[in-house]
């Protein structure tokens, strides 16, 4: 399973390791978070007034996430998303206003979200640095791949509890063994309850189902077109297997994973298991630090061992951005995309 991190053969250089902080810097930059309350205000005495210590109206919301148990009083008020899909994803929700910084940005923010993806303050191209985040002073933090908490770079969930701030892992990462669609429209239900928003969820998940719905009536009775999926690699290649939320939607869309029967959500296949399996549309993710399309399409062609297989013989590329088969709001428009380029025939 993809963890923000490249896969070969298009490698880009090693992130520096941030720099280990002496302890008493550390704790200086926890106590200035403690005592700020991470951007609440606080009365003279210092005491918490009674209608802040009551529970908002909806709450007290109980979520696990992970393994780690949070009880949510009122929702959170100031938001920092590590990487892409947990940022539109809020995006979606009407939430704008509660975003202080989000990073990683992966391929392209869905057009309707263009805008209020652009006024949030990027904290870094990749992972920011723990203290970066303190700086943002959040109380959430959501993070989209489990590279977003990595112990290594300090940025644990354990660390972020300790400065007062609650994390949330998108499901995706939980240690299940497979992904679907339910795990998206659960993720947006459980998104909403923590910010107070459930009525926005449902109405989201409505939307996203009937955008399933539509591309699958669109194709129902068509062919089952085979589809080889290339994430990366050169020796062997890097592919999306059957426990994945990519061979679900080239299901709806009217495709067929050739390698759906890999028992996997990503695995590695030989090329003589692809020439074998003769797919006829090769769908490429496109991703940030992986490569450009046209690299991995270059790459492709170039292959003596592959001039026969149909996809490449008629030269049928898709691309889909990475995004779009994550847990989030992608995945439903990816169905739409995805169902168009299979069958543009039922479309006209």
């Not at 354990?158 to 995706?172: K, M, P, Q, S, V």
């Not at 994430?231 to 062997?236: I, L, P, Q, V, Y």
Request: net charge neutral; hydrophobic share 40%; aromatic share 8%.
């Amino acid at each position: 399973m993809y963890d923000g991190s490249s896969r070969p053969p298009f490698p880009t250089p090693a992130r520096a390791r941030r720099r280990a902080l002496g302890a008493a810097a550390l704790a200086a930059v926890l106590s200035v978070t403690l005592l700020s309350g991470c951007g609440a205000s606080r009365g003279g005495d210092d005491r918490p007034s009674a209608a802040a210590a009551r529970p908002a109206k909806g709450f007290p919301v109980t979520v696990d996430n992970c393994g780690t148990r949070t009880t949510y009083d009122r929702p959170p008020e100031r938001v920092v998303t590590i990487h892409q899909h947990p940022a539109e994803l809020l995006l979606a929700l009407g939430l704008k206003d509660r975003m202080v910084g989000t990073a990683f940005p992966d391929s392209a923010v869905l057009p309707e979200y263009r805008k209020d993806f652009a006024a949030v303050p990027q904290l870094a191209e990749k992972e920011p640095s723990f203290e970066t985040v303190l700086d943002a002073e959040p109380d959430f933090v959501y993070g989209g791949y489990a590279s977003a908490f990595d112990d290594k770079e300090g940025r644990s969930r354990a660390a972020f509890r300790d400065a007062g701030i609650d994390t949330y892992l998108n499901r995706e990462y939980c240690g299940g063994k497979s992904v679907s669609m339910r795990d998206t429209y659960e993720e947006i239900r459980t998104v909403g309850s923590i910010f107070g928003v459930p009525e926005r969820a449902e109405a989201l998940v409505a939307d996203l189902r009937a955008r399933v719905d539509e591309a699958a009536r669109a194709v129902k009775g068509a062919p089952q077109v085979p589809v080889f999926v290339y994430d990366s690699g050169d020796k062997a290649a890097f592919t999306a297997g059957g426990k994945g939320l990519g061979t679900e939607i080239i299901r709806l869309a009217g495709g067929r994973n050739v390698f759906a029967d890999l028992d996997e959500v990503f695995g590695d296949v030989s090329w003589e298991q692809v020439v074998a399996r003769k797919p006829e549309v090769i769908a490429i993710y496109d991703y940030a630090g992986a490569g450009g399309v046209e690299q991995k399409k270059r790459f492709l062609l170039a292959q003596p061992a592959l001039a026969d297989v149909p996809a490449i013989r008629n030269k049928r590329f898709v691309v889909l951005p990475l995004t779009a088969t994550l847990v989030g709001v992608r995945p439903p428009h990816a169905v739409g995309d995805l169902a168009r380029a299979l069958h543009p025939e039922r479309f006209r």
